[in-house]
C-alpha cells in the first residue's frame, strides 16, 4: 500500500503580493513534477492552457489525456495531480474568487466539473493574445496595476469560459427552477458536512421543501436527498483514496457520529464497503 497523508494538501497563492492572480508561462523542464504528481487541492481557479505538447491529468478520479491546444479548467478543492508531460509549453493562471467577474464565478460553478476543451485554431491565436496582453500587464510599478491585470485576466478567462459553454451549459435565461437548483448547489457545497436535510436547504432558499424537490426533479431528474448523497460520497471516496484517516474518521469529518451508519449508507451507494473501495484505489 503506497503511503497517503493524513490531509488532503491544500495549496494556497503562493505569493501574498499577487493578491489573488497569477498567470505564468511555464514549460515540462521548470515543473516541480514530484510536487504535482501527489493529489491535492487548491483553494483558488485553475486554467492550464496547453499550448504545446501533451499531458495527463487525474481529477477527482477521472484521467484525462490533453493534446495541445487546450485548457483544463479545475475548480477549487477538486482532488486532482498531474499524471505526465510530454513536450509541454504551457501557461497557467491562477485566480481567486474575489477576483473574477460575478458573472463568470456563476458560469464557472454552474458548468463545473468541465471536461477538458480542445482549442480551434483561430481560438487559439484570440487565446494567445490574450495572454501576451495579460504578461505584458505584469508591471507592479504601473499605475492601477492589479485592476488592468485583473481586468485583462478576467477577459482571457471570459474566452475560455465562451468555448466552455458552447458543449456544456445552455446560454438561454435560467428558469426559476434552474435557478433555484443553481442556487442550492452552490450551499451544497458549503455545508454538506452539517446539513443533511433537505428541509435546512429548502429554508434557507426561502421555499417549500416539496417545492425543492419538484425543481430538483424537473432540473435534473433526481432528488434533493439524492444530490445531497451524491456530494458526501464524492467527499468520503476523495478523503478514502488520498488520505490515510481512517473510515470512522471520514465519517466524523462529514458529521455522521454513527460510524455504523455512514458505513452502511456508503456500501448502500456504492455498493462496496469503504476498506473495499479503499483498496480498491490503492492497487
Do not use: W
Not at 478543492?77 to 481567486?96: A, M
Not at 451524491?230 to 488520498?242: G, N, S, V
Amino acid at each position: 500500500m503506497s503511503f497517503k497523508p493524513k490531509f488532503i494538501p491544500l495549496n494556497t497563492f503562493p505569493d501574498v503580493e499577487s493578491k489573488g492572480i497569477i498567470i505564468e508561462k511555464s514549460s515540462v523542464e521548470d515543473l516541480q513534477l514530484e510536487r504535482i504528481r501527489k493529489a491535492h487541492r487548491d483553494n483558488y481557479h485553475l486554467f492550464f492552457i496547453l499550448e504545446q505538447g501533451s499531458g495527463i491529468f487525474e481529477v477527482d478520479f477521472k484521467q484525462y489525456t490533453i493534446i495541445s491546444p487546450s485548457v483544463i479548467y479545475i475548480q477549487p478543492y477538486q482532488v486532482h495531480r498531474g499524471i505526465s508531460f510530454r513536450d509541454g509549453y504551457f501557461t497557467v493562471v491562477l485566480i481567486s474568487d474575489e477576483n473574477l467577474n460575478a458573472e463568470y464565478l456563476d458560469l464557472l460553478k454552474k458548468m463545473a466539473p468541465a471536461d477538458p476543451l480542445m482549442l480551434e485554431t483561430k481560438l487559439f491565436d484570440v487565446v494567445t493574445d490574450a495572454i501576451a496582453v495579460c504578461i505584458k500587464m505584469k508591471d507592479s510599478e504601473r499605475k492601477l496595476y492589479h485592476s488592468i491585470l485583473k481586468n485583462s485576466c478576467n477577459a482571457l478567462i471570459g474566452l475560455i469560459i465562451s468555448e466552455f459553454l458552447k458543449n456544456s451549459v445552455s446560454t438561454d435565461p435560467q428558469t426559476r427552477s434552474e435557478l433555484i437548483i443553481s442556487n442550492f448547489k452552490f450551499l451544497l457545497d458549503e455545508k454538506f458536512a452539517t446539513e443533511k436535510n433537505p428541509k435546512y436547504y429548502a429554508e434557507r432558499l426561502n421555499i417549500s421543501t416539496a417545492y425543492l424537490n419538484e425543481c430538483a426533479k424537473k432540473v435534473t431528474g433526481n432528488t434533493v436527498s439524492y444530490h445531497i448523497q451524491e456530494r458526501i460520497m464524492l467527499e468520503a471516496k476523495r478523503l478514502l483514496f488520498h488520505s490515510s484517516k481512517s473510515v470512522k474518521e471520514i465519517a466524523h469529518e462529514l458529521g455522521y457520529e454513527d460510524y455504523s451508519y455512514f458505513s452502511r449508507l456508503f456500501n448502500k451507494l456504492t455498493r462496496m464497503t469503504a476498506l473495499t473501495f479503499r483498496k480498491k484505489s490503492f492497487e
